[in-house]
């Protein structure tokens, strides 16, 4: 894209997660994977990546984020490349992503999960959870229930092809969705799992683990997001029961449907585990 006289300058928006190592010292990075949406960088250490993102990449927490559609912008790496990444910039063969402002990513929103949500009250009919379900929702019982976590988080990282394995995936639909929780009981279970979570790290890639790090601070990308605060809340406008959860199911080759196992297991968890909320207002004799 560029001209002849210098690379290109195209602004990206920078998040919060990745801030300090865009604006830290300039330094070379290894390029992990390189997409036409998107290119994803180590950046040092296992659960450090950067995601450059096109705008029509998906929108995921640990990215700069470009203006520009894909269609607009050639990367030139490959695997094993070397990028600059620091001083507000990330250099690319002829072309240069200047940090420009900072943009939060989405991030679930905490909210009882109460008498109209339990059980069979769902807001959206979410898709059979299956074997990933079940060890979801294992994993949530022992948390919330304070016994030791270590065994069903080794179960369950790294475990899968790809860059997010499938049971990274769920995790992740874990972590969320006790992230979504205001309730003490889960904030304890989240911090338990965390915990546990990030000793397994050096299990999975390493995308995955700076994805399930960002998990546990609730943060995913927006449909996502939304869709387990709404789960966790218990309801949702009629427009995203139509069509949110299509979106994330169509979230890469599974990980929508897999990260939706791990959902769907923990409620599952939750609601055999926590008494309905008494209903404000309800006579007391």
Do not use: N
Request: proline fraction near 8%.
């Amino acid at each position: 894209m560029g001209d002849g006289h210098g690379p290109a300058l195209l602004p990206g928006a920078v998040s919060p997660l990745v801030l300090a190592e865009v604006t830290g010292p300039r330094r070379r990075c290894p390029v992990l994977a390189a997409f036409p949406t998107c290119v994803y960088v180590d950046l040092g250490t296992h659960d450090r990546v950067l995601a450059v993102l096109a705008s029509d990449a998906l929108a995921l927490p640990i990215g700069v984020r470009l203006a520009v559609p894909s269609a607009a912008v050639r990367w030139g790496v490959e695997p094993g490349d070397e990028v600059v990444v620091g001083e507000g910039r990330v250099r690319l063969p002829g072309l240069e992503v200047v940090g420009a402002r900072t943009q939060r990513p989405a991030r679930v929103r905490p909210a009882r999960r109460g008498r109209a949500a339990m059980s069979t009250a769902m807001p959206f009919a979410l898709p059979d959870a299956g074997v990933l379900g079940d060890l979801a929702h294992d994993l949530c019982a022992a948390a919330l229930a304070g016994d030791p976590v270590e065994p069903g988080v080794r179960g369950l990282v790294g475990v899968g092809r790809g860059l997010t394995p499938s049971g990274d995936d769920a995790l992740c639909g874990v972590l969320l969705t006790l992230g979504a929780m205001d309730d003490a009981v889960a904030r304890r279970a989240l911090r338990a799992l965390r915990d546990a979570v990030r000793q397994a790290l050096p299990a999975t890639t390493s995308l995955s683990a700076a994805l399930l790090v960002a998990a546990g601070m609730g943060y995913a990308v927006p449909d996502v997001a939304r869709l387990v605060s709404l789960a966790v809340a218990g309801s949702a406008p009629l427009y995203d029961r139509d069509h949110l959860l299509d979106r994330v199911l169509s979230i890469g080759h599974s990980s929508g449907r897999d990260l939706l196992s791990g959902v769907t297991g923990t409620l599952r968890a939750v609601d055999a585990s926590f008494e309905p909320a008494p209903q404000e207002g309800a006579h007391r004799g």
